[in-house]
């Protein structure tokens, strides 16, 4: 699994087209894995394998959270990951389910931990408009 983080998030809900931030993301990870079904037969002297489905999951914290985003827990929301708040692409793009704890203790912020769930491809928009340059 290879992990990627940053500083900065934006998750966003899409309203007639047009895109809603609902939360910023304080910190947060990515991971990716692939599936890797064995096709080693009795007998072979390697074990081998195939590549299969891809998927992709994170962590992140928060503490701006708009309360609108908890009436869309099971919705399929936008997530763009940046590594800093005025790039002008996302490093990594993609549809997730979120799932929230909140945190409240006696000297410090408020604070949620969130946990997300890719549906379909994590993108990269900033590796995209490279090549493209």
């Not at 692939?34 to 503490?63: F, N, Y």
């Not at 002008?88 to 997300?116: C, H, K, M, R, W």
């Amino acid at each position: 699994m290879a992990a990627q983080t940053g500083q900065f998030a934006r998750v966003t809900y899409s309203a007639g087209g047009t895109d809603v931030e609902v939360l910023k993301l304080r910190e947060w990870s990515v991971s990716t894995d692939l599936e890797r079904p064995d096709t080693t037969a009795a007998g072979d002297e390697w074990a081998t394998h195939v590549a299969a489905q891809k998927s992709w999951e994170g962590e992140a914290t928060c503490i701006d959270a708009d309360p609108f985003w908890i009436s869309q827990m099971g919705e399929m929301l936008t997530i763009k990951f940046y590594k800093h708040e005025d790039d002008a692409q996302p490093v990594f793009q993609g549809e997730a389910t979120f799932n929230g704890e909140y945190t409240s203790p006696y000297d410090d912020v408020i604070e949620q931990s969130l946990s997300y769930t890719g549906s379909g491809p994590l993108t990269s928009p900033l590796k995209d408009a490279q090549a493209g340059a």
